[in-house]
T-cell receptor, first 113, second 114 residues
C-alpha cells in the first residue's frame, strides 16, 4: 500500500463508548497530523507529531487522546464524546524541512449518538 | 476577522469555462500557500504549492499569490466535469525543519456543468 491509510472509514459510537482511529503512512514522512473537518467549517488542526514527539495540541478536549508509537503510525483514542464531535477526522503526513506539502488520508467519518 | 476567508459557493460554471477561485488572509507571516482538491468522501489532495508572491502554472491550473494584498487565487482553464469538487486553500508560515500545521479556508464547492 502507498500513501496514507485510515481505518475505519466509518464509525458510529455512543457517548459512553471508547474507540480508536488508526492512521498509517507509507511515505517515509516524519511528521503526522490529526485534523477535524466539520460541515461549513475550515479544517481544524488538532495534533502535530514530529519524529514521534507531540509538538502541538491545538486546545483539543481531553476526550481526544493521540498516540504516535513510531513515525509511520498515529492513533486517536476517543472516549465520552459528545454529538458535536461528529465529523470527518483526517490524518496527514509530511516531511519536515521539505516543501512538498501534506498528504492526507481519506478520513474516518465519525458519528456520535 | 477569520485568518483565512474563502467563499464556500457553490460556484457553478459551464464546461470549458475559466474558473477563478480565491482566498484572502490576515496573517502576514504566511509564506507557503497551497490549493487542495477534495472529492466527496475523500481526503484533500494537493494540487498546487507556491512560495511567497508570484505565479505557478501546472497544466490547466495556475496559482497566483499577492502577498501585498494578502490574496491568493487558483485559475482552472478549460474546466471539465471531473473538476467538480471542493477546493481548499491552505497556508503556513513554515519555519522549515519543523512540522507546521496548515491553516485552511472553508473550501469552495465547484460544479462544472456538462
Amino acid at each position: 500500500e502507498t500513501g496514507v491509510t485510515q481505518t475505519p472509514r466509518h464509525l458510529v459510537m455512543g457517548m459512553t463508548n471508547k474507540k480508536s482511529l488508526k492512521c498509517e503512512q507509507h511515505l517515509g514522512h516524519n511528521a503526522m497530523y490529526w485534523y477535524k473537518q466539520s460541515a461549513k467549517k475550515p479544517l481544524e488542526l488538532m495534533f502535530v507529531y514530529n519524529f514521534k514527539e507531540q509538538t502541538e495540541n491545538n486546545s483539543v478536549p481531553s476526550r481526544f487522546s493521540p498516540e504516535c508509537p513510531n513515525s509511520s503510525h498515529l492513533f486517536l483514542h476517543l472516549h465520552t464524546l459528545q454529538p458535536e464531535d461528529s465529523a470527518l477526522y483526517l490524518c496527514a503526513s509530511s516531511q519536515p524541512g521539505t516543501r512538498y506539502g501534506y498528504t492526507f488520508g481519506s478520513g474516518t467519518r465519525l458519528t456520535v449518538v | 476577522q477569520k485568518e483565512v476567508e474563502q467563499d464556500p459557493g457553490p460556484l457553478s460554471v459551464p464546461e470549458g469555462a475559466i474558473v477563478s477561485l480565491n482566498c484572502t488572509y490576515s496573517n502576514s507571516a504566511f509564506q507557503y500557500f497551497m490549493w487542495y482538491r477534495q472529492y466527496s468522501r475523500k481526503g484533500p489532495e494537493l494540487l498546487m504549492y507556491t512560495y511567497s508572491s508570484g505565479n505557478k502554472e501546472d497544466g490547466r491550473f495556475t496559482a497566483q499569490v499577492d502577498k501585498s494584498s494578502k490574496y491568493i487565487s487558483l485559475f482552472i482553464r478549460d474546466s471539465q466535469p471531473s473538476d467538480s469538487a471542493t477546493y481548499l486553500c491552505a497556508m503556513t508560515a513554515y519555519s522549515g525543519g519543523g512540522a507546521d500545521g496548515l491553516t485552511f479556508g472553508k473550501g469552495t464547492h465547484l460544479i462544472i456543468q456538462p
